[in-house]
C-alpha cells in the first residue's frame, strides 16, 4: 500500500510560479502528476520514471513544468513556471506500480492540492 501526501498549492498571479510536492510512503515507480479542473475530467499533467531520467509531458505545459523526483526522500516534485489561468484545477499525485512514464496504470492517488492562477 502506497500512501501520497501533496502541498504547495495556493493563490499565484498569472506568469507566476508553484512548486508542488508529493511525499509518498511505499515503493513506487512511475509517479505522475494529474490535474481536474472545474466541470472538466481530471487530466494527465506529468510523469518521472523511477530512476528520475525519462519525462514526459502533455503538451500545454511542455517548456513550462518540470517534474522531478528524490528516491531518498521518496519526494516528487512539479515545478509550475509561467502559469496561466487555464492551469487553474486541483492537482493529485499519483503512483503507478509499473515503470513506465506513458503508462495509464496508476494505482495510487494523493488527496488533491488546490492551484488556482488569477489573471
Known amino acids: 500500500q502506497v500512501q501520497l501526501v501533496e502541498s504547495g498549492g495556493g493563490l499565484v498571479q498569472a506568469g507566476g510560479s508553484l512548486r508542488l510536492s508529493c511525499a509518498a510512503s511505499?515503493?513506487?515507480?512511475?509517479m505522475g502528476w494529474f490535474r481536474q479542473a472545474p466541470g472538466k475530467e481530471r487530466e494527465f499533467v506529468a510523469a518521472?520514471?523511477?530512476?528520475?531520467?525519462?519525462?514526459y509531458y502533455r503538451d500545454s505545459v511542455k517548456g513550462r513544468f518540470t517534474i522531478s523526483r528524490e528516491n531518498a526522500k521518496n519526494t516528487v516534485d512539479l515545478q509550475m513556471n509561467s502559469l496561466k489561468a487555464e492551469d487553474t484545477a486541483v492537482y493529485y499525485c499519483?503512483?503507478?506500480?509499473?515503470?513506465?512514464?506513458?503508462?495509464?496504470?496508476?494505482?495510487?492517488w494523493g488527496q488533491g492540492t488546490q492551484v488556482t492562477v488569477s489573471s
Open positions: 518521472v520514471s523511477w530512476s528520475g531520467d525519462n519525462t
Open positions: 511505499g515503493r513506487t515507480f512511475t
Open positions: 499519483a503512483a503507478n506500480p509499473k515503470n513506465n512514464v506513458y503508462g495509464t496504470e496508476y494505482k495510487y
